[in-house]
């Protein structure tokens, strides 16, 4: 079981691993072994999660730094000149919603198998790939009213950190192609941050179709793929406007919003969190908010038109956002807290009332059954 030395330094550059040793004298990523050896062997122990390209495990860096480490799973489509050579872009990414890209590292395995009567040497390479480690789980865990509440500043906040880190990766040239929930992490302020872009430009060209249509996206995925296998940087922008119908869904079923026209998609959504925000007594910034759900669900519609020239880019999304969001007297980063508050008042009025209805009873002449609460 790894462990963190004493005092970890930060700040540390990691490159990728150029070979299966870690011998490279520039590199500062560790090896497939360290990985191996930092997890117990991949363990369950270690285990937090899995997705469509492979199991993910915490571990420490020599540094101390806690990542997530991605085994990926034995596809044979990925470049091994893309991975080594084409990763230092994802490494120059660092922006405050995206989870950072620290490195790769392989191995060369080789396996003999029986086949027709011969034995045949067989090589296998596993790949392992760091990601900064985020502790609040996926958004797809927090899809709901459960874990969101109503809170419309959460939402907010979510869905502008998610458009700012795709934003800064489309600046840099990085397509994703696989956003969905399970790709954007939160940490524990609830920032987003989105993780394993990148990863799907790894693989040859003539497998890359193949490989994401077995990710089992398709309900992210635009039309001009799905019937033409077309990629470009507007597949990334109708995904995004899928999650932003999918966070501001709330009581609502997204299946029933997701067959809508635009207009009606925009009027259903607007009109059910008024109605949901206007029940909230004393609401702060109101009309503010009401504002901000208009905003964002046309933009959601209008990031997922079926033709991939009317889709907006990031910019124009980034830019309608800002104007949104510090109308009203309470800027959105403020709700939670008056919301909190408001709920603290709402706690404190009922203790004080059971409090008195208490001492009614013990100062009463009458014979009642009371049940003394504190």
């Known amino acids: 079981m790894s462990s963190p030395p004493a005092q970890p330094s930060s700040g540390s550059k990691f490159l990728s691993q150029i070979d299966s040793q870690g011998s490279s004298s520039d590199s500062m990523m560790p090896s497939y072994t360290f990985f191996k050896d930092?997890?117990?062997?991949?363990?369950?122990?270690?285990?937090?999660?899995?997705?469509?390209?492979?199991?993910?495990?915490?571990?420490?860096?020599?540094?101390?730094?806690?990542?997530a480490v991605k085994l990926l799973y034995q596809l044979q489509t990925f470049s091994q000149k893309e991975f080594i050579y084409g990763d230092d872009q994802l490494m120059r990414a660092k922006h405050n919603n995206i989870a950072r890209f620290f490195g790769y590292s392989y191995a060369?395995?080789?396996?003999?198998?029986?086949?027709?009567?011969?034995?045949?040497r067989v090589q296998d390479v596993e790949r392992v790939v760091a990601f900064e480690y985020v502790p609040g789980g996926s958004l797809a865990n927090f899809l709901?009213?459960?874990?969101?509440?109503?809170?419309?500043?959460?939402?907010?906040?979510?869905?502008?950190?998610?458009?700012?880190?795709?934003?800064?990766?489309?600046e840099a040239g990085i397509m994703h192609f696989d956003l969905k929930p399970d790709n954007i992490l939160?940490?524990?302020?609830?920032?987003?941050?989105?993780?394993?872009?990148?990863?799907?430009?790894?693989?040859r060209e003539k497998d890359r179709v193949a490989t994401?249509?077995?990710?089992?996206?398709?309900?992210?995925?635009?039309?001009?793929?799905?019937?033409?296998?077309?990629?470009?940087?507007?597949?990334?922008?109708?995904?995004?406007?899928?999650?932003?119908?999918?966070?501001?869904?709330?009581?609502m079923d997204y299946l029933s919003i997701a067959a809508m026209d635009g207009h009606e998609c925009?009027?259903?959504?607007?009109?059910?969190?008024?109605?949901?925000?206007?029940?909230?007594?004393?609401?702060p910034s109101f009309e503010a908010d009401c504002k901000q759900v208009r905003t964002c669900i046309e933009i959601a519609v209008a990031?997922?038109?079926k033709k991939p020239y009317e889709r907006p880019l990031m910019n124009d999304i980034v830019h309608k956002l800002y104007e949104v969001q510090t109308t009203g007297h309470y800027p959105s980063s403020e709700i939670e807290w008056v919301w909190t508050f408001y709920i603290w008042c709402r706690v404190l009025t009922m203790v004080h009332i059971i409090h008195s209805y208490k001492n009614v009873f013990k100062t009463s002449h009458y014979n009642f059954p009371v049940i003394i609460i504190g």
Request: charged share 25%.
């Open 108 to 120: 060369n395995d080789f396996q003999f198998i029986q086949f027709d009567g011969r034995t045949l």
């Open 38 to 67: 930092a997890t117990n062997n991949f363990s369950e122990e270690h285990k937090v999660g899995s997705g469509k390209l492979g199991h993910v495990y915490k571990a420490h860096l020599p540094t101390g730094e806690l990542v």
């Open 144 to 170: 709901s009213d459960k874990n969101l509440g109503l809170h419309w500043g959460i939402r907010f906040k979510i869905i502008k950190g998610i458009c700012e880190g795709l934003q800064y990766l489309h």
């Open 212 to 251: 994401m249509n077995s990710l089992g996206s398709r309900e992210y995925s635009p039309p001009e793929f799905l019937y033409g296998r077309i990629m470009t940087e507007a597949y990334d922008i109708f995904s995004l406007g899928v999650i932003i119908k999918k966070i501001m869904t709330g009581r």
């Open 303 to 305: 990031c997922t038109k």
């Open 266 to 283: 925009v009027d259903h959504v607007y009109k059910n969190w008024r109605k949901w925000l206007q029940d909230i007594r004393k609401y």
């Open 186 to 203: 939160l940490n524990d302020e609830k920032i987003p941050k989105i993780t394993d872009f990148g990863l799907l430009e790894k693989l």
